[in-house]
Nanobody, 124 residues
């Protein structure tokens, strides 16, 4: 059974940077596509970024493109999200998700397993 554990959230100021990490346990990491999603209070969960099983392809939401970078390490079984130039509207709980099909997706329902999330709060 796959388990995902996120870390790295915190309270930062606008313009700051933060790195989120997600540890993958319980299966062959390199066969999974991975994604990051976020959910702000009172809003639906939204797509942030996704990366293919090999790490060779990535895709971002328009609101974060150019500021956030997703990457993975198939030796350490981790996926990371580098958040730069943070804005107050980036405040949310950030979730890591795994998709066994190995193909990137921006649709939450395509993902099989979710982490518990890590809080990112950006003050103005």
């Amino acid at each position: 059974q796959v388990q995902l554990v996120e870390s790295g959230g915190g309270l930062v100021q606008a313009g700051d940077s933060l790195t989120l990490s997600c540890g993958f346990f319980g299966h062959t990491f390199s066969s999974y596509a991975m994604g990051w999603f976020r959910q702000a209070p009172g809003k639906e969960r939204e797509f942030v970024a996704t990366i293919s099983w090999s790490g060779g392809s990535t895709y971002y939401a328009g609101s974060v493109k150019g500021r956030f970078t997703i990457s993975r390490n198939n030796v350490k079984n981790t996926v990371s999200l580098q958040l730069n130039s943070l804005k107050p509207e980036d405040t949310a709980v950030y979730y890591c998700a795994a998709r066994g099909a190995g193909i990137m997706s921006a649709t939450p329902n395509d993902y099989d397993t979710w982490g518990r999330g890590t809080q990112v709060t950006v003050s103005s």
